[in-house]
């Protein structure tokens, strides 16, 4: 597949089925997500619905299939904040390290730049040790696209019956000053 074959487009509350078809699976074996239970599809679609009140979430298409999302959410809920931002992504597990996620990121920061946010941020589950359920990939795409280490807070996450720590990166992508 080439990157060139994804569309990126804006996600409706109707992708939510498709696009919890690609959530679950970090949900039920992975400690990528820290939830423990996966949310139903009227749950994901409200998710969906409230995102889209205020920020951008993104789908990729592949052949009329969503192959990916990405979306913004806010940073601390204050309005100080306001010109930050988290950012989520999930790919389907088959399709990472084929320029989906770069694709969808890059999408998403012009989005958050035309939106006035210039600071991103991901908070991503972090292993002390890697093991079967959670490695460093997350933190060494984030590093790639250009976000750095910022904070850790350590063993803060429970899942599987063991502890995950759970870091900050910070990617800065407008000038404040301008």
Request: proline share 4%; charged share 30%.
């Amino acid at each position: 597949m080439e990157e060139n074959d994804i569309f990126i487009r804006m996600a409706s509350p109707e992708d939510a089925q498709e696009m919890l078809a690609i959530y679950a699976p970090y949900v039920e074996k992975t400690a990528i997500s820290f939830e423990y239970d996966v949310p139903t599809v009227d749950e994901f679609r409200n998710r969906i619905e409230k995102t889209l009140q205020k920020y951008p979430y993104l789908a990729a298409v592949r052949d009329n299939e969503i192959v990916g999302y990405a979306y913004l959410g806010p940073f601390v809920g204050r309005a100080a904040y306001d010109r930050s931002a988290e950012t989520t992504i999930y790919l389907k597990e088959s399709l990472k390290g084929q320029g989906i996620g770069r694709k969808l990121y890059q999408t998403l920061e012009e989005a958050a730049l035309d939106q006035g946010i210039l600071n991103l941020y991901a908070c991503i589950g972090y292993p002390e040790e890697e093991d079967e359920y959670l490695t460093m990939n997350s933190v060494e795409f984030h590093a790639h696209l250009g976000f750095r280490m910022v904070g850790k807070f350590y063993k803060c996450g429970y899942k599987f019956g063991r502890w995950y720590s759970m870091v900050w990166m910070e990617k800065l992508i407008g000038d404040p000053e301008r």
